[in-house]
Antibody, heavy 120, light 111 residues
Framework: QLQLQESGPGLVKSSETLSLTCSVS??????????WGWIRQPPGKGLEWIVT???????YYNPSLESRVTISADTSTNQFSLTLTSVTAADTAVYYC????????????WGQGTLVTVSS | QSALTQPASVSGSPGQSITISCTGT?????????VSWFQQHPGKAPKVMIY???ERPSGVSSRFSGSKSGNTASLTISGLQAEDEAEYYC???????????FGGGTKVTVL
């Protein structure tokens, strides 16, 4: 059974960089069949897709966040990471990592999510 | 503003059927058979209920069904139960700059 687990600081200061890691267990990232992505959800609001990558490097970005987002993967440790620069209070959200099917990019597995609060 | 439009809320009595709509464009819902539906209970991660318009993952109740007509996808919950009270989100593959789009969510209330 695939499992995804987010980790990282729960509190980030405004204007600094948010960094999160997703650890994948029960399956390998080194597969053509899947992409790996991040989605966030501000408190009390809906889901917002952030970014998706294929382990060999093809990446898709939400245009509204592209200038501040980096995603990377370490297949030796079966982890992938998100960095978001110059954060503001609007970036306060629960951040989810997810596995997505190649082609449709549909999400088939979600992490449990981690709350990141941006403080001033 | 979400790319896909969902009603803010839908309610029904136990045992009834309800339908949630998800309206997009020819560039997303209408153009592909890649609509998914997620159920989210408070404080929990979303759960896949429907994928590829009408497919149910293993373990999801057959009371949940999906369909699509033109640019509008729908999720129907039959035999509504108290445990179905949750937020529901649709998602679709999309052409253009953002290949993944979500609806704004629909709060389902069991009366």
């Amino acid at each position: 059974q695939l499992q995804l687990q987010e980790s990282g600081p729960g509190l980030v200061k405004s204007s600094e960089t948010l960094s999160l890691t997703c650890s994948v267990s029960g399956g390998s990232m080194n597969t053509y069949n899947y992409h790996w992505g991040w989605i966030r959800q501000p408190p009390g609001k809906g889901l917002e897709w952030i970014v998706t990558m294929y382990y060999r490097g093809t990446t898709y970005y939400n245009p509204s966040l592209e200038s501040r987002v980096t995603i990377s993967a370490d297949t030796s440790t079966n982890q992938f990471s998100l960095t978001l620069t110059s954060v503001t209070a609007a970036d306060t959200a629960v951040y989810y990592c997810a596995r997505q099917r190649t082609g449709s990019l549909r999400i088939d597995y979600w992490g449990q999510g981690t709350l990141v609060t941006v403080s001033s | 503003q979400s790319a896909l439009t969902q009603p803010a809320s839908v309610s029904g009595s136990p045992g009834q059927s309800i339908t949630i709509s998800c309206t997009g464009t020819n560039n997303d819902v209408g153009g592909y058979q890649y609509v998914s539906w997620f159920q989210q209970h408070p404080g929990k991660a979303p759960k896949v209920m429907i994928y590829d318009v009408r497919e149910r993952p293993s373990g999801v109740s057959s009371r949940f069904s999906g369909s699509k007509s033109g640019n509008t996808a729908s999720l129907t919950i039959s035999g509504l139960q108290a445990e179905d009270e949750a937020e529901y989100y649709c998602s679709s593959y999309a052409s253009g700059s953002s290949p993944v789009v979500f609806g704004g969510g629909t709060k389902v209330t069991v009366l």
